[in-house]
Nanobody, 126 residues
Framework: QLQLVESGGGLAQPGGSLRLSCAASGWELKRYVVGWFRQAPGKEREGVGCISSVGEDTFYVDSVKGRFAISRDKSKKTVNLQMNSLKPEDTATYYC???????????????????WGQGTQVTVSS
């Protein structure tokens, strides 16, 4: 089973940036749809964005559109989530997840993703 590991979380000031990475132990991620999700205390897990497995199309939810960007590194071994203009409401545990399908368009439907990482904490505070 694919084991995912997120890294890059931490503390950022409002308006600051963080870059999260998602890696699969012993596997490349290029064949998978990779989604990013987050969960704040007391709230349900919600989608942030995803990158498709064919053509690398991306999708973002409205709350992060224009601030966050998902990309695959050149080695195709990791998927990154660049987070800019961070807001306190971005504070959450961030998870990456994969879906083993060949699609040009992706969506962040929690139940559609098969493998999940353990998450990395992002705190935005002054």
């Amino acid at each position: 089973q694919l084991q995912l590991v997120e890294s890059g979380g931490g503390l950022a000031q409002p308006g600051g940036s963080l870059r999260l990475s998602c890696a699969a132990s012993g596997w490349e991620l290029k064949r998978y749809v990779v989604g990013w999700f987050r969960q704040a205390p007391g709230k349900e897990r919600e989608g942030v964005g995803c990158i498709s497995s064919v053509g690398e199309d991306t999708f973002y939810v409205d709350s992060v559109k224009g601030r966050f960007a998902i990309s695959r590194d050149k080695s195709k071994k990791t998927v990154n989530l660049q987070m800019n203009s961070l807001k306190p409401e971005d504070t959450a545990t961030y998870y990456c997840a994969t879906m083993n399908v060949n699609v040009r368009k992706c969506a962040v439907i929690v139940d559609a993703y098969e493998n999940w990482g353990q998450g990395t904490q992002v705190t935005v505070s002054s």
